[in-house]
């Protein structure tokens, strides 16, 4: 009988495939087990961060009697640490395994989204994105949709026909 040879090419590139496969794999799972308090404090820490770096940043526009390249970089720095704060809030929320720390983490970016500092205006998309995930996980979730109905609301009362039809599907889910 002939025997068989294995191609030594296609075992190497066989074996490299495993190892990647391998990796990925231990990346994922090292992902999907963080601790969301973990990044939730780590959030938080950015956040005092971010309230020195604003100050700082007040005082320097005051102190230039306006914006000049210093306090552009002070800008651009307190814009892209505020975009890193609201990623870890999020990398939390997807590491969270309980709906009532989920809904919590949820109302916590809701509320960064409305803030309206120097280094970020306020997001209402977001926002809403934010609620009505909440209803999502938890449909019976009073303030969530209070939240919402007083968007739709103030949106109809704005000008905004097409709102009201919302208001009434917001009121008809809480009844």
């Given amino acids: 009988m002939a025997r068989k040879k294995l191609n030594k090419k296609v ?29 939730i404090g780590q959030a938080e820490a950015q956040w005092q961060r971010i309230q020195t770096q604003l100050q700082e940043y007040q005082t ?3 102190a230039a ?16 640490a505020y975009v890193k704060m609201l ?18 983490i949820l109302f916590t970016l809701a509320d960064y989204y409305l803030r309206n500092n120097a280094f970020h205006g306020p997001d209402w998309a977001k926002a809403l994105r934010s609620w009505h995930t909440v209803t999502t996980i ?11 109905l007083q968007y739709f609301y103030d949106a109809g ?19």
């Fill in 11 to 39: 075992a190497v590139i066989g074996i490299i495939i495993l190892a990647i496969l391998m990796m990925v794999t231990v990346l994922v799972i090292r992902k999907l087990w963080k601790d969301p308090n973990k990044l």
């Fill in 138 to 148: 938890d449909p019976a979730h009073l303030e969530a949709r209070m939240k919402l």
């Fill in 157 to 175: 009362d704005s000008g905004n026909r097409v709102a009201w039809t919302r208001v009434k599907e917001q009121a008809d889910e809480i009844m």
């Fill in 87 to 104: 990623t870890t809030y999020r990398q939390a929320f997807g590491c969270a395994r309980d709906d009532s720390l989920k809904i919590e």
């Fill in 60 to 62: 320097a526009v005051d």
């Fill in 65 to 80: 009697g306006g914006p000049n390249e210093q306090t552009d970089k002070l800008l651009r720095a307190g814009q892209d």
